[in-house]
């Protein structure tokens, strides 16, 4: 990893640690992913060689960092949606500070229309976004994601009854196989398994 990488990650973390030490509200603060987490689907991403990566949440831009370090490996590219302009200017700064701006498409607005308007096919998905809508995030991309294609979903675990709908729905979906991993706030890893 390039050390300018590393370093806007250390950067993150240590402003994570401090707004949750400081409890800063949610909404204004970085919230991001947990880095083992961000760490553990960013290796997912390579060990699949995905080239066509989506993000919903850039947030500030942490986890898009790691999945952009996966798309340089892979020699893919990462389309990140953020519906908060002042995030999504933070977040586009975070993958330029790090030297990895030309991994990323940042798409500002509301997920569920900027996705809605692509046709490039995706092979790795990630949801970190508003707990209400997961569903309708994986919607708007399950047409566009083949055999072997991967969802990642954050906050399984922590959030389980406000996300219970998006589980239930894609562990009992015909094309998918599915199943909750107990890291951190906990990720649903999504494989489909036929058209
Ligand atoms: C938990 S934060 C994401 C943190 C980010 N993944 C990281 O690790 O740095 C969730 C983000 O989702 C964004 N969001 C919520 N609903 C959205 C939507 N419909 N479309 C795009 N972004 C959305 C919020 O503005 C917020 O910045």
Redesign the pocket.
């Known amino acids: 990893m390039e050390q300018e990488l590393f370093d806007a990650l250390s950067e993150?973390e240590m402003r994570d640690e401090t707004e949750r030490l400081r409890s800063v509200a949610d909404h204004l603060r970085?919230?991001?992913?947990s880095p083992d987490s961000?760490k553990f689907i960013s290796m997912l991403a390579v060990s699949q060689k995905a080239k066509n990566i989506v993000?919903?949440?850039?947030?500030?831009?942490?986890?898009?960092l790691w999945l952009a370090y996966a798309a340089s490996l892979t020699g893919g590219k990462v389309i990140t949606?953020?519906?908060?302009p002042a995030?999504a200017a933070e977040?586009q700064a975070t993958v330029e500070k790090a030297g990895l701006a030309s991994y990323v498409e940042l798409l500002i607005?509301?997920?569920?229309e900027?996705l809605r308007h692509r046709d490039e096919p995706v092979d790795f998905l990630?949801i970190?976004?508003?707990f209400g809508?997961y569903e309708t995030?994986f919607d708007v991309v399950y047409k566009r994601m083949g055999v072997g294609s991967t969802v990642m979903a954050?906050d399984v675990v922590a959030s389980e009854n406000e996300l219970a709908d998006y589980t239930t729905y894609v562990q009992n979906h015909p094309s998918l196989e599915s199943v909750t991993l107990p890291l951190n706030n906990g990720l649903e890893f999504t494989v489909k398994t036929a058209e």
């Open positions: 993150l970085a919230n991001i992913l961000a993000e919903v949440g850039s947030g500030v831009g942490y986890s898009t949606c953020e519906i908060d995030k977040a607005g509301d997920a569920r900027t990630f970190d976004a508003d809508q995030y954050d």
